[in-house]
């Protein structure tokens, strides 16, 4: 950061969704308090970046989000997330890997219905 630095505010908010994140791993795992972390992270660069724009850079918008850029790098790196979005799928207990566009068809399932009791030759 720069000469300029964050609010109380923004500094506490910081600080408060970190410490939710640390008892969050305690509960659900590491992939699940990182995603909730991130999520309300990002919800406090979007407002910050809203204000900027209102107020202009003369005010500590600017800090503030260098702040709550700074911890979003830290919760991806905890997190394990090296680009851009989400957590991988692969960090996500219990869902499945292959996602049903990619599975092969299965021609005899798009054969259309079938009525109980006819034979296959009319």
């Known amino acids: ?13 910081i600080a408060n969704i970190e410490m939710q994140r640390q008892e969050k791993v305690k509960e659900a795992g590491l992939a699940t308090a990182c995603s909730e972390a991130l999520r309300k992270l990002h919800e ?17 918008h600017p800090a503030n989000i260098e702040a709550v850029m700074i911890e979003i790098k830290k919760v991806k790196k905890l997190a394990g997330i090296t680009g851009q979005g989400s957590i991988p799928k692969s960090a996500r207990p219990g869902q499945r890997q292959v996602s049903w566009q990619n599975e092969p068809r299965n021609p005899s399932r798009n054969r259309g219905r079938r009525t109980m009791g006819r034979g296959s030759g009319r």
Not at 44 to 59: A, C, N, W
Request: glycine share 6%; aromatic share 0%.
């Open 1 to 13: 950061m720069g000469a300029e630095m964050a609010t109380d505010e923004v500094t506490d908010i």
């Open 44 to 60: 406090i660069l979007d407002r910050e970046k809203k204000e900027l724009q209102l107020h202009g850079s003369s005010t500590r």
